[in-house]
């Protein structure tokens, strides 16, 4: 079956202007779909743009060039009553539950706000009624309507998140480290529910971490940013087994692996250094991977977006055509 495109990014930048004449490249042209009912995994260390990314996504900063179109639309082009209806389909959950919701509202006005500012469910009694089904589905119960967000524990603070993101029924959330702020031992169960949540209600959506073992269990899809770009793009399994750009095998090193035995024969590749400012950034990845060979080549010229495999895509002089023969060879060994 064909994949059906929900959302769709191109060369989309975000700038921030800093000082007179100091420019912050976010994000700085990066491109994607998202299909219908998949989740696209946006991974990479922090400062790297991902919060940046979906915030302009879902029309919460203004673009700096590039587009975002969702459902056929310019998500910002929309007028004032489309963006009105806009704001319905596409939702956000935050790091950070209890700073995203207000300490002196119970519960039950906090899932209520929204469906109150879009005019659903008027009847109060009907509105009550979708509140305790909602909780139902995140996994709490209706006896926890009237309680206030400190009365309860991470994990259950972000079922309210989503139970809130979920009351006006969208199409697509935004999931920006979701669990970053969990306990280990909470962060399956909330990425469980998601996954639940998904099948249940046909949810598609961008999960955003910096965390590339969690990016693998919840996405079909994942596209790797550093520094305002995305290097590398394609689906979880492939990524993980043939991850192609340097930047993107230095962030799998990192995950630790349950098997001793494997651990300690595997070779870590080790990043290197701060995370460069994206204010001043240098030229590809080569001061944070072991990439030495690609240094030249990577101040000389920005890398091309290309297809290696089937949906597989890379960002990096590595694979370049005129890289052929020994030269190639001799950078791939020095980065393996
Ligand atoms: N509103 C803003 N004004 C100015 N600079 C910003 C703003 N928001 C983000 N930045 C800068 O843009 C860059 C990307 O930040 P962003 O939060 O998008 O990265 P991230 O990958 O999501 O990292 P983290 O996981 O730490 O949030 C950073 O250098 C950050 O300081």
């Not at 706000?113 to 909780?135: A, C, D, S, T, W």
Request: with cysteine; glycine share 6%.
């Amino acid at each position: 079956m064909e994949n059906e495109v929900l959302l769709s990014v191109r060369d989309l930048k975000k700038h921030f202007t800093m000082g007179k004449n100091e420019i912050l490249k976010a994000v700085d042209g990066i491109s994607f779909d998202i299909y219908k009912g998949e989740t696209f995994g946006l991974v990479g260390e922090s400062g790297c743009g991902k919060s940046t990314a979906g915030r302009t996504m879902i029309g919460l900063y203004d673009r700096t060039d590039g587009e975002v179109v969702f459902n056929g639309k310019d998500v910002h082009s929309l007028s004032e009553k489309e963006k009105f209806q806009f704001h319905k389909q596409m939702q956000m959950i935050f790091q950070d539950p209890y700073a995203s919701l207000n300490p002196r509202s119970t519960v039950k006005e906090i899932i209520s706000e929204p469906m109150e500012v879009h005019g659903l469910f008027p009847n109060k009694k009907e509105r009550l009624e979708r509140i305790y089904q909602l909780l139902e589905d995140v996994g709490l119960n209706r006896d926890h309507a009237n309680r206030y967000p400190h009365e309860f524990s991470g994990g259950q603070r972000q079922r309210i998140g989503i139970a809130r993101a979920l009351a006006l029924d969208p199409d697509f959330i935004i999931a920006d480290e979701p669990i970053s702020a969990l306990d280990v031992s909470v962060q399956a169960q909330v990425v469980n529910l998601l996954k639940r949540l998904q099948e249940e209600k046909g949810l598609t959506y961008l999960f955003i971490a910096h965390d590339l073992s969690m990016v693998k269990q919840i996405s079909d899809r994942i596209g790797v940013m550093y520094l305002g770009h995305i290097v590398e793009l394609t689906a979880s399994n492939q990524l993980y087994n043939k991850p192609l750009h340097p930047y993107t095998q230095a962030l799998l090193s990192a995950i630790p692996i349950p098997d001793p035995d494997v651990e300690d024969k595997r070779e870590r590749i080790i990043l290197q250094g701060e995370l460069p400012s994206p204010m001043d950034p240098p030229s590809g990845c080569v001061f944070r991977t072991r990439c030495q060979h690609a240094m030249d080549i990577c101040a000389q010229k920005k890398p091309v977006w290309q297809e290696i495999d089937k949906d597989h895509y890379v960002a990096c002089h590595l694979y370049d055509e005129h890289l052929e023969g020994k030269d190639k060879k001799e950078m791939l060994v020095n980065i393996r």
